[in-house]
């Protein structure tokens, strides 16, 4: 079975950045594994803190809640709640080994995560970072010796809330037309950010439009991605 991997520094990343490669991939059969680092309790659940009587163990029930709903709708097969904190994330070698260790038992033909610059959000590219890491310590033989280590899955970096602010260059579209609607029921199911719903699908059409002008295809819905390394083809077209 194909594999990929979406490591999502706070619970809701993964929906509004990657939620329509996430579909495409599980309705052609993939198996989606996402890694929720942290809640975002801290930095990005201001709504649910509004709310009287709030606690952060409430808070974290209710992202996670949130967050079981949005992958179901998208067809993820694994989603993991690491609760590593946020604001800052708190990202050690034990959490970079056992992102090794889900590297090497998925073994992922991609992996989803954040752009590198975000001067909005330390924790986004911290988590970049703590990715890449982990991918070239799965690659090492010295790592856990005698385990098969890790080949060479692509990496490509989901959009930031602000691109231009972010050093962050769509380099491949993404027609997700035949899964908007899994994307939209499962931004729904985030109640605690309900101003992004629309922005993300501003962005979604915005990403469609370009997506159609460097393509020549008639697609409506689109999502983009960064390459972080050089891709390698049989063929240049
Ligand atoms: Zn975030």
Redesign the pocket.
């Known amino acids: 079975m194909k594999t990929a991997v979406v490591v999502?520094?706070?619970s809701?990343?993964f929906v509004w950045r990657a939620g329509g490669a996430i579909a495409l991939h599980a309705a052609a059969g993939w198996a989606v594994t996402v890694v929720c680092l942290s809640y975002?309790e801290r930095?990005?659940s201001a709504k649910l803190w509004r709310q009287p009587g709030m606690t952060l163990e409430r808070v974290k029930t209710e992202r996670q809640g949130e967050a079981e709903r949005a992958a179901a709708a998208l067809g993820v097969a694994d989603i993991q709640f690491w609760d590593l904190g946020?604001y800052p994330i708190g990202l050690d070698k034990q959490a970079l080994f056992r992102l090794v260790d889900v590297y090497r038992r998925v073994r992922p033909g991609f992996i989803l995560t954040?752009s590198k610059a975000d001067p909005y959000?330390h924790?986004?590219p911290a988590v970049t970072d703590f990715a890449l890491h982990a991918r070239v310590t799965a690659q090492a033989h010295g790592h856990n010796p005698g385990e098969p280590v890790l080949g060479a899955p692509q990496v490509f970096l989901f959009e930031p809330h602000q691109p231009e602010q972010c050093s962050w260059v769509p380099e491949v579209y993404l027609d997700i037309g035949s899964v908007w609607d899994r994307k939209r029921a499962a931004i729904e199911c985030m109640a605690g950010q309900g101003h992004l719903w629309d922005y993300y699908t501003r962005v979604g059409q915005q990403r469609g439009a370009q997506a159609a002008r460097n393509s020549d295809k008639p697609i409506v819905w689109g999502e983009a991605y960064q390459r972080v390394f050089p891709d390698v083809r049989d063929a240049l077209a």
């Open positions: 999502s520094a706070h809701a990343d975002g930095g990005e946020d954040h959000n924790d986004h």
